[in-house]
């Protein structure tokens, strides 16, 4: 008989809610149950959110350790902050019961130069419970750097790396739009990143630092310049129902990179705006070959990060153990026919 995968998941915000009505679609996977501490959420029928699909008994719980007890979880998804510090209780609970994680937790992505202590310990609890952990998502975690270090495979040599990512924040989910500034004022926006009320997108001094591990590149330093805010031309309605002005803030641009002396060899620039401009996700190296990929259209960002924690449930399950990144679990995939062995 084939075997599904027992999967909990913590954190039911917006991000949380679309990973969850997609497990609820996988056949291979058995979404046992949510947790979440908002507590407008405890005690709801996961059904009775309104961006889940599908018909289901599970009802919010706020009690983590009540599902952990059971010890028949295989992994636990969480989707609940951006910072490795306020994940990384969390994953302690729940490596301690022997369950393998996967985190959309940015900083989590590639932890080790920032956080290096709290990484070792992580790794060292992860391999005495033979579990495996892993940060991913959509970026950080596949477009701006596994897949450029996939892409320099065939190249006999690489000079530098330029990964742009260029979208329409307008059909993001909601908590995005409001991340990046969406609908403040220049000013208003400088104060709330300078507070950290706002941030940005967290990620690309993460994705750097994997790509330039898993090269081996030399370099001086890396640097992440502060968001720059994009401004509207002409006032617009947001996806949910707000008037942004023009000469108000739209979106912004986030730049990247790792510098060896003067050349700048690793370039990351991610650019997200209301607008009905072109979306794309290029990649391009120069080396021998030169290569340039271009997804035209670029891949949705909310679907895409769903989509990566979905396919790498029973690849995380089947990797070594300890506290592992993208480019150190065996090749991420569409995994919705693979089942527990
Ligand atoms: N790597 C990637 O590509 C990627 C892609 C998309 C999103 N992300 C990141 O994923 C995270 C989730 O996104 P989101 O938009 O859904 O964020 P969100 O709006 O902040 O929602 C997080 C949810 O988790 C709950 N929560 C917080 N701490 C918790 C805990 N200790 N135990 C249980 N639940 C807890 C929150 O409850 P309260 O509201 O009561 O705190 C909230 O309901 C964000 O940090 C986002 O930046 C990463």
């Not at 035209?296 to 089947?318: F, Y």
Request: charged fraction near 25%.
């Amino acid at each position: 008989m084939k075997k599904k995968f027992n999967v909990i998941q913590v954190g039911l915000g917006p991000m949380g809610r679309i990973i969850a009505n997609l497990l609820l679609t996988r056949k291979n996977i058995n979404l046992i149950g949510v947790n979440d501490i908002d507590p407008k959420l405890i005690g709801k029928k996961l059904s009775e959110l309104p961006e889940i699909d599908y018909e289901t008994d599970i009802t919010i719980d706020s009690d983590l350790e009540k599902f952990l007890d059971k010890k028949k979880i295989d992994l636990a998804v969480i989707a609940t902050s951006s910072l490795l510090k306020k994940v990384a209780p969390l994953i302690n609970k729940i490596v301690k019961f022997g369950c393998n994680v996967i985190s959309i937790c940015e900083e989590l992505s590639y932890p080790y130069q920032d956080h290096p202590e709290l990484s070792k310990e992580l790794d060292k609890l992860a391999k005495s419970k033979n579990v495996t952990i892993v940060g991913t998502g959509i970026n950080p975690g596949y477009l701006m750097d596994l897949l450029p270090i996939i892409i320099t495979a065939p190249c006999q040599k690489v000079s530098s790396i330029r990964v742009t990512r260029m979208m329409n924040s307008a059909k993001r989910r909601v908590s995005f739009q409001k991340k990046i500034g969406t609908g403040l004022s220049v000013d208003q926006f400088h104060k709330k990143i300078s507070s950290k009320e706002i941030t940005g997108h967290v990620g690309l001094t993460q994705s750097i630092q994997m790509i330039v591990a898993a090269l081996g590149i030399d370099y001086d330093d890396i640097v992440e310049l502060p968001p720059k805010e994009i401004v509207t031309e002409i006032e617009f309605t947001t996806s949910y129902g707000e008037k942004v002005p023009k000469d108000y803030v739209c979106g912004l641009q986030s730049k990247a990179f790792a510098k060896k002396g003067e050349k700048e060899i690793i370039i990351l620039d991610f650019v997200a705006y209301a607008g009905d401009h072109e979306e794309y996700d290029s990649i391009e190296i120069e080396g021998t070959p030169n290569l340039h990929q271009k997804i035209i259209g670029g891949v949705h960002g909310d679907l895409g990060t769903s989509a990566m924690v979905a396919n790498l449930i029973p690849i995380v399950i089947q990797a070594k153990a300890g506290l592992l990144t993208m480019k150190d679990i065996p090749i991420p995939r569409n995994t919705e026919n693979i089942w527990k062995k």
